[in-house]
Every structure is written in C-alpha cells, then in structure tokens.
Nanobody, 122 residues
Framework: QVQLVESGGGLVQAGGSLRLSCAASGRTFSRYSMGWFRQAPGKEREFVADIAWSGVRTYSADSVKGRFTISRDNAKNSVYLEMNSLKPEDTAVYYC???????????????WGQGTQVTVSS
C-alpha cells in the first residue's frame, strides 16, 4: 500500500515556473514507477510524465517535452515535476501516481494522490 501527497501547486503567469512534489509513504518506494497525470475541467485525466524506480528512464507526453522534467529522490520517498515555460493550457489538477512492476501509463491500476491545482494565467 502506498499513500501519496502532492504539494507545490498554485497560480502562476504564463511563461513562469512551478515545482510539484509528491511525498510517498511506505518502505518500498524505490520499487515503484512514479508518474504525474493531470485533469483539466471538462476533460479526461491525461498522462504527463513517468519515471522508473531507478530514475534512469523517464518518459513524457509530447505536450510537455522540453518544458517539464520529472525526477525522484528515493532516499526522501519523493518524486518531483519541474514545470517551466508554463502555458494557460497547462491549467489542471495534477495527480501523482505510483505502480509497482510497470510504468504508470500502462493499462492497469495506479495508486493516486489527491491532486494539486495548477492555474496558469495569460
């Protein structure tokens, strides 16, 4: 069982930056792939970025490549999403996800956090 708590969301102007954090409980954090997803009003939840348990492999959605960076610190049971050059269309609730054994963007069940709101003004 993994519990996830996101933080770091807020209001930022277009072109600005934010850093999201996700703190995970459990002693086996280092065995989990971790990911970030987002859901804008009236839209389905979509994949943003994923990082393997080792931190060596990362994968990002085309819409955020070159702007968002996912990273993790297994010693701190945490995963991060550095967001730069933010656009109004990045406005959404951002969710942290965890899965053991496969990437979070594969079909199947993830553990989910409660989400943190990111609002980008134009």
């Amino acid at each position: 069982q993994v519990q996830l708590v996101e933080s770091g969301g807020g209001l930022v102007q277009a072109g600005g930056s934010l850093r999201l954090s996700c703190a995970a409980s459990g002693r086996t954090f280092s065995r989990y792939s971790m990911g970030w997803f987002r859901q804008a009003p009236g839209k389905e939840r979509e994949f943003v970025a994923d990082i393997a348990w080792s931190g060596v492999r990362t994968y990002s959605a085309d819409s955020v490549k070159g702007r968002f960076t996912i990273s993790r610190d297994n010693a701190k049971n945490s995963v991060y999403l550095e967001m730069n050059s933010l656009k109004p269309e990045d406005t959404a609730v951002y969710y942290c996800a965890a899965r053991e054994g496969s990437p979070t963007y594969y079909r199947g069940d993830n553990y989910w956090g409660q989400g943190t709101q990111v609002t980008v003004s134009s």
